[in-house]
């Protein structure tokens, strides 16, 4: 009931040391963790720390939209870089690093935001190469680790970092849900010191009693046991909204169904546009959302993102049956 730590609740600090060294391949200990609220206040203190006005931070050209407001907030500079099929192009980056000095680079490895890519283990190395080589951070975003439906989770960037330029984020708001504030910041002891005394102007000690009971929902097991639930389920969910939006509504859009994550990287062909089709949606009770945040770098390359983890199958044969009853009114012969 007392003031806490500024790095947060010590229970919880220890158990994440256990469970992210047997899940994630880390090695660290507790002075490496600073629980935080959530991934999104990883990324702000990290970039406050970090960044000064016209620092370069390189993200992808594509790019969760809130990151690239973090950084932009704090006056950074930001250089995009091509995310293919493999992830981001780390030959770019090396290019860059050539040119200019490189602040950090942030970075969804596991499944990119927004386009769901796995970034290759031969880029990863490079990458780590790189951050030693030329000096920046690796601003390491793993918001879904946990989720994979095809093979084992791949290890982040983190487990492999000997030299201390990755950051890693974490939480648990994708995992359990977002309305848990609970997320970690794993960084070196100096950093991690340095993040705890900014953390203190802003937000004292955190939640200690949601801490404390997420560190006993850890330990005893339920954290894993709720992951093994829900990633069969969002298996279903994602194989049946693949399904449908093929079957269905294949001639008008473009997907590849994801290896993992909670949401379909869907393109609507050429001849169509997205704020038609929100707009018409409206008229069958269905909210597309903020599509523009897909393209915050206006590529116009069509495509948003569609999660299905959150609907179950009533739901989401609904949700297709709106899109096809949006797209019936504004097709074109
Ligand atoms: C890539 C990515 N990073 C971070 C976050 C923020 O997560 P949190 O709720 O843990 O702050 C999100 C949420 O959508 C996300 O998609």
Known sequence: MSYGSTYGNTALREVLVDYLNATRGLHIAKENVLITRGSQMGIWLSS????????????????????????????????????DKHGIVTDEIENLCKQQQIKAVYLTSHHHHPTTVTLCAQR????????????????????????????????????????????????????????????YLIASKEFVDEVAKLRGIVDRQG????????????????????????????????????????????????????????????????NYSWATISEVARKHKLEIGDWQRYDTAKLKHNYIRIGFAAYDEEEIHELINRLKKTINEIKID
Not at 128 to 145: G, P, S
Not at 217 to 241: A, C, E, N, T, W
Not at 246 to 257: A, P, Y
Request: charged share 25%; net charge positive.
């Open 124 to 183: 990863r190395i490079h990458l780590l190469n790189l951050a030693r080589q030329y000096n920046f951070a690796i601003i390491e975003d793993d918001y879904d680790y946990d989720f994979n439906y095809n093979h084992a989770p791949i290890l982040p960037l983190a487990s492999h970092d000997t030299n201390g330029n990755v950051i890693y984020i974490g939480s648990v708001c994708k995992t359990v849900a977002p309305v848990f504030r609970i997320g």
């Open 48 to 83: 406050q720390l970090l960044l000064k006005k016209n620092d370069v931070v390189v993200v992808g050209n594509t790019n969760y939209d809130s990151a690239d407001a973090t950084f932009l907030n704090q006056q950074a500079r930001l250089i995009r870089v091509l995310v």
């Open 207 to 270: 939640d200690a009693l949601l801490e404390l009971t997420f560190a006993d929902f850890i330990k005893s097991g339920d954290l894993d046991r709720h992951i093994r639930k829900v990633m069969k389920i969002y298996k279903q969910r994602r194989d049946l909204f693949c399904k449908l939006l093929k079957d269905e509504l294949g001639g008008f859009f473009q997907f590849e169904t994801p290896k993992g994550g909670m949401a379909v990287w869907t393109k609507l062909n050429a």
